[in-house]
């Protein structure tokens, strides 16, 4: 009796670890055919574990004051919240990739002290989505850096720029259009020769925050050099390279990006 044929769900659980043996050898023998799908599946299982990484700290948060009630046990009603929690913000990182908005998630607008820090993690997420990728790291390459730069400058809503980081051992692979809590966001990439990659994640709409210190931020495995200049923020991200080495190339897009 032949193998029921393998569908989109089977490759999904597959990278999730939800196949039986059966299932998985099944599976595996017919990646192994198909060279490409096995490397978007590989990417898949990679930020599976990059997101769980990130976003399984919050079930070990400790209970905000506020949420302390004696409608239910405390460790019963922190067990729900911190699991719900971990729910969302683990959609969020997701549907910031990918294109989903939650239509309430503009009514609550982080503080300003945590805008960085938000987009640090953003940033780390879109590192850990893209940088992976063989075939598709960009969808506009360095070829066409100049209508690059011009149509994120574009779409982003203000002049930017893509630092030549040539000096540092980088060089421009190209940049794509993500989405952001505002409103769109750049995203760059580079690497060296040797194939080693950074990307420069750049968002508008920081409103009244003039900070431009550098901050640095670890989220899983992926180091975070960010910084604000006036309503434009900066994350640098790498899960290659050290934090000091990290730090060079940081230096060299800030002063650039502000002479």
Known sequence: MSA???TEADLQA???GRLDAERRGEVEAWLAARPDEAERIDAYRRLGEELRGLYDPVLSEALPPALAGAALPLRRRWSRFAAVASWVAL???VGAIGGWELRDSRTVAAPAADVGALMARRAAVAHVTYSPEVRHPVEVGAD???HLVAWLS???GAPLRAPKLEAVGYSLVGGRLLPGDNGPVAHFMYQTNRGTRITLYVRTEIAGNRE???RYAREGNVSVFYWVDRKLGYALSSADISKDDLLKVANAVYQQLNP
């Open 14 to 16: 597959y990278a999730d």
């Open 91 to 93: 959609g969020a990182a």
């Open 4 to 6: 029921a044929p393998i």
């Open 144 to 146: 066409q850096e100049a």
């Open 212 to 214: 431009t210190a550098f």
């Open 154 to 156: 574009k779409r982003v």
